[in-house]
């Protein structure tokens, strides 16, 4: 991990990520998820901006979408043919070099965005990281990256 890369990207929302030698974006998956949607929006607003958020709903029949909207950031519908449809809707939609991908269902943690960008920026060669709730979850992550690994 190249923890010279997470030190740039400390302190406020807007210079973080200014100083990303690329451009990110964050997805989060929803389906009827109006119980945690908002609080999930509002963490991953204290790491990234606004403008790089996009929610793309599985056709939500509780309040999910009106929580989204009042949220103002990019919502997206998916076309009803399952996650992998939609994850791939949004690689195709979404113009960003990098993508995050998160659940709703708060098993991703958004303070752990950035230690799960860093790769892209010590190798060039990274396609993609994942990062596995069956390590550790967020505190493996945290741990990873206050070590250096």
């Given at each position: 991990m190249n923890a010279k890369f997470l030190e740039t990207l400390q302190g406020d929302v807007a210079s973080a990520q200014k100083k990303a030698p690329f451009?990110?974006?964050?997805v989060v998956f929803v389906k009827n998820e109006a119980g945690t949607i908002g609080r999930l929006i509002d963490q991953v607003?204290?790491?990234?901006?606004?403008r790089d958020i996009?929610?793309?709903d599985g056709h939500s029949t509780d309040d999910t979408v009106a929580i989204?909207?009042?949220k103002n950031v990019r919502l997206l519908s998916d076309n009803g043919k399952g996650k992998g449809a939609a994850i791939r809707f949004a690689i195709s939609e979404i113009d960003r070099y990098v993508l995050v991908l998160m659940d709703s269902d708060g098993s991703q943690q958004p303070k752990?965005?950035?230690s799960l960008l860093a790769p892209f920026e010590s190798d060039k060669d990274v396609a993609m990281v994942v990062g596995s709730p069956f390590k550790g979850g967020s505190?493996?992550?945290s741990r990873s990256s206050q070590e250096g690994m």
């Amino acid at each position: 991990m190249n923890a010279k890369f997470l030190e740039t990207l400390q302190g406020d929302v807007a210079s973080a990520q200014k100083k990303a030698p690329f451009s990110f974006g964050v997805v989060v998956f929803v389906k009827n998820e109006a119980g945690t949607i908002g609080r999930l929006i509002d963490q991953v607003l204290q790491t990234i901006n606004r403008r790089d958020i996009f929610v793309m709903d599985g056709h939500s029949t509780d309040d999910t979408v009106a929580i989204i909207q009042q949220k103002n950031v990019r919502l997206l519908s998916d076309n009803g043919k399952g996650k992998g449809a939609a994850i791939r809707f949004a690689i195709s939609e979404i113009d960003r070099y990098v993508l995050v991908l998160m659940d709703s269902d708060g098993s991703q943690q958004p303070k752990e965005i950035f230690s799960l960008l860093a790769p892209f920026e010590s190798d060039k060669d990274v396609a993609m990281v994942v990062g596995s709730p069956f390590k550790g979850g967020s505190e493996e992550c945290s741990r990873s990256s206050q070590e250096g690994m």
